[in-house]
């Protein structure tokens, strides 16, 4: 019988004990190539949150911007440069003395200097030849390093580069004092193995320290990158979720969870950050995640059926990579209730909040989930009360907070005003309050309703069900009280106001009825 060799080399621990000898350098461009996703532009303030939390996830470069591309873009790279980050900070320059002076002018610690190199980009767009573009490039390179800077340099469009003509101008740039080149994989035609043979030879041809950075057009951004590393590169440019021109760059959780935990590579990442930082990054630049997003997405470490359940609660690594747990990238495992439920997982999360049932309840229970499972409906944590309770015989979850009226002004000459009256433990309570908008008024008048001032909405959002103006709003709001304890619940109505209200509401009273 054949023997496995390479699919089993990297979890040997040989293979991974050489590895760690190796710390490859994390280059973050979601402030740049990021920034350059179609659609996204990132408020400056917003800017420098996000430098400051790569910095505290522990990247070692920031490329802050493009500073000649615009006032703003140039005013965000100097302030970051001027915070006093651990990471290197970074500007962007193509190959004229203009830009390169505007990085300067911004005092970054290196500047990323690049020209095309490919027949194609070297024609089409700056016309010069090959020559012309090699002597441009080591001017370009001396002038940085004449001003005291680290150098970069990037051979735009590099993997469609003449191999011969690349490692001239390689060679020249760094006889003229450049510290590392970047290989863009500028249009993302790399697979893998002509990745390898790409690095490989250059740097048997020319020792020095090389960058990778992979564009995502057929899904290799990742595997590219990966495998620059094995084939020699000492740092990967990545962004935070993988934003990025067209179809993005390689994402930055994935690179350094890949390099560390599969391969065993040091990285300076402090990767209990990750999900934060992905978090922050989709909020501040508006490209929403999928739920199956590797490493930092809401499905990660979710467990559904039966089966999937049942072994992680026994053992987490049945199902999950083991290597790699919720906690390293500061995630949560969730046991997900749906038409795939077993006893198992429904019986954790009904223990997690303190209700008990006998095997009996816990049937009826679990057949009152699959229910729901089967309407196509996703079991909220609301939900799993109100079944509990109603089997159980506790006090059922509309008779702590029964919703009466909810009304509401808007317009463009009014301030958004809610009232909202309801019968809060039997007593008739009425409540008005305003808000920047109508949802916003009538949150604020529910949360005066009950009176609890601790709770805190930890999550919402609003997506519209199939589309046309008649859509159905599904509101999700993850609520939580002092206490620490946290619940998910869902209401969809097509009225959004009416769609957010019963969603906080029931997940008031989920949370009361859980303490
Ligand atoms: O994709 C690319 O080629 C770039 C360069 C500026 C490095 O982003
Ligand atoms: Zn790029």
Same mark, same amino acid.
């Given at each position: 019988?054949?023997?496995?060799?390479?699919?089993?080399?990297?979890?040997?621990?040989?293979?991974?004990?050489?590895?760690?000898?190796? *710390?490859?350098?994390?280059?973050?461009?979601?402030?740049?190539?990021?920034?350059?996703?179609?659609?996204?532009?990132?408020?400056?303030?917003? %800017?420098?949150? &996000?430098?400051?939390?790569?910095?505290?996830?522990? @990247?070692?470069?920031?490329?802050?911007? !493009?500073?000649?591309?615009?006032?703003?873009?140039?005013?965000?790279?100097?302030?970051?440069?001027?915070?006093?980050?651990?990471?290197?900070?970074?500007?962007?320059?193509?190959?004229?003395?203009?830009?390169?002076?505007?990085?300067?002018?911004?005092?970054?610690?290196?500047?990323?200097?690049?020209?095309?190199?490919?027949?194609?980009?070297?024609?089409?767009?700056?016309?010069?030849?090959?020559?012309?573009?090699?002597?441009?490039?080591?001017?370009?390179?001396?002038?940085?390093?004449?001003?005291?800077?680290?150098?970069?340099?990037?051979?735009?469009?590099?993997?469609?580069?003449? !191999?011969?003509?690349?490692?001239?101008?390689?060679?020249?740039?760094?006889?003229?004092?450049?510290?590392?080149?970047?290989?863009?994989?500028?249009?993302?035609?790399?697979?893998?193995?002509?990745?390898?043979?790409?690095?490989?030879?250059?740097?048997?041809?020319?020792?020095?320290?090389?960058?990778?950075?992979?564009?995502?057009?057929?899904?290799?951004?990742?595997?590219?990158?990966?495998?620059?590393?094995?084939? /020699?590169?000492?740092?990967?440019?990545?962004?935070?979720?993988?934003?990025?021109?067209?179809?993005?760059?390689?994402?930055?959780?994935?690179? @350094?969870?890949?390099? #560390?935990?599969?391969?065993? !590579?040091?990285?300076?990442?402090?990767?209990?950050?990750?999900?934060? =930082?992905?978090?922050?990054?989709?909020?501040?630049?508006?490209?929403?995640?999928?739920?199956?997003?590797?490493?930092?997405?809401?499905?990660?470490?979710?467990?559904?059926?039966?089966?999937?359940?049942? /072994?992680?609660?026994? %053992?987490?690594? =049945? !199902?999950?990579?083991?290597?790699?747990?919720?906690?390293?990238?500061?995630?949560?495992?969730?046991?997900?209730?749906?038409?795939?439920?077993?006893?198992?997982?429904?019986?954790?999360?009904?223990?997690?909040?303190?209700?008990?049932?006998?095997?009996?309840?816990? *049937?009826?229970?679990? *057949?009152?989930?699959?229910?729901?499972?089967?309407?196509?409906?996703?079991?909220?944590?609301?939900?799993?009360?109100?079944?509990?309770?109603?089997?159980?015989?506790?006090? /059922?979850?509309?008779?702590?907070?029964?919703? %009466?009226?909810? #009304?509401?002004?808007? /317009?463009?000459?009014?301030?958004?005003?809610?009232?909202?009256?309801?019968?809060?433990?039997?007593?008739?309570? &009425?409540?008005?309050?305003?808000?920047?908008?109508?949802?916003?008024?009538?949150?604020?008048?529910?949360?005066?309703?009950?009176?609890?001032?601790?709770?805190?909405?930890?999550?919402?959002?609003?997506?519209?069900?199939?589309?046309?103006?008649?859509?159905?709003?599904?509101?999700?709001?993850?609520?939580?009280?002092?206490?620490?304890?946290?619940?998910?619940?869902?209401?969809?109505?097509?009225?959004?106001?009416?769609?957010?209200?019963?969603?906080?509401?029931?997940?008031?009273?989920?949370?009361?009825?859980?303490?």
């Amino acid at each position: 019988m054949n023997k496995l060799t390479r699919g089993v080399v990297f979890y040997a621990p040989e293979q991974k004990k050489q590895n760690s000898n190796r *710390t490859i350098t994390i280059f973050d461009t979601t402030l740049r190539d990021g920034e350059q996703t179609p659609g996204v532009t990132i408020p400056f303030d917003k %800017k420098i949150e &996000i430098a400051s939390q790569l910095d505290k996830l522990g @990247v070692d470069a920031i490329e802050a911007g !493009f500073p000649i591309s615009s006032p703003g873009d140039k005013e965000s790279v100097k302030k970051i440069a001027g915070l006093g980050l651990n990471a290197d900070v970074c500007g962007l320059a193509r190959s004229v003395i203009k830009d390169i002076d505007a990085c300067i002018d911004c005092d970054v610690d290196m500047v990323h200097v690049f020209i095309p190199t490919s027949d194609v980009q070297r024609e089409y767009t700056i016309k010069k030849t090959r020559e012309e573009a090699l002597n441009s490039a080591v001017e370009m390179v001396e002038y940085i390093k004449s001003h005291g800077f680290k150098c970069m340099f990037s051979p735009m469009d590099a993997t469609r580069t003449d !191999f011969e003509y690349l490692v001239e101008i390689v060679k020249a740039v760094k006889a003229a004092g450049c510290d590392i080149v970047n290989i863009p994989d500028t249009v993302g035609v790399m697979v893998p193995t002509s990745t390898y043979e790409l690095i490989y030879n250059l740097k048997k041809n020319v020792d020095m320290k090389y960058d990778m950075h992979c564009h995502n057009d057929f899904g290799l951004a990742n595997a590219n990158s990966i495998t620059a590393v094995e084939a /020699g590169a000492d740092q990967v440019q990545v962004t935070v979720n993988g934003i990025g021109e067209r179809a993005g760059n390689a994402s930055l959780a994935e690179v @350094v969870m890949a390099l #560390s935990s599969i391969y065993g !590579f040091k990285t300076n990442i402090k990767t209990e950050y990750l999900t934060e =930082t992905s978090k922050m990054v989709e909020k501040y630049s508006g490209i929403k995640m999928p739920p199956m997003l590797p490493v930092c997405g809401e499905n990660a470490f979710s467990h559904e059926s039966g089966i999937h359940s049942q /072994g992680v609660l026994a %053992k987490s690594d =049945t !199902f999950e990579p083991g290597v790699m747990t919720p906690e390293m990238v500061g995630q949560k495992r969730r046991i997900v209730l749906g038409k795939h439920a077993g006893r198992h997982a429904v019986l954790q999360n009904l223990e997690a909040v303190n209700i008990h049932p006998t095997e009996e309840q816990l *049937t009826e229970i679990l *057949t009152k989930i699959k229910e729901i499972g089967d309407r196509g409906k996703t079991v909220t944590d609301a939900d799993l009360y109100v079944v509990a309770s109603v089997v159980l015989g506790k006090k /059922g979850m509309d008779e702590a907070i029964k919703l %009466k009226e909810v #009304s509401v002004m808007t /317009g463009n000459i009014v301030t958004p005003t809610a009232v909202i009256r309801a019968e809060v433990n039997g007593k008739e309570t &009425i409540a008005a309050q305003t808000g920047v908008g109508p949802v916003d008024a009538a949150l604020r008048a529910a949360e005066e309703i009950v009176g609890d001032t601790t709770y805190k909405i930890e999550e919402f959002s609003i997506e519209a069900i199939a589309g046309g103006s008649d859509s159905l709003a599904r509101v999700t709001i993850v609520l939580a009280n002092e206490r620490g304890k946290s619940v998910t619940a869902k209401s969809a109505n097509a009225d959004i106001v009416m769609a957010s209200v019963e969603a906080l509401i029931n997940a008031m009273n989920a949370l009361a009825g859980m303490d």
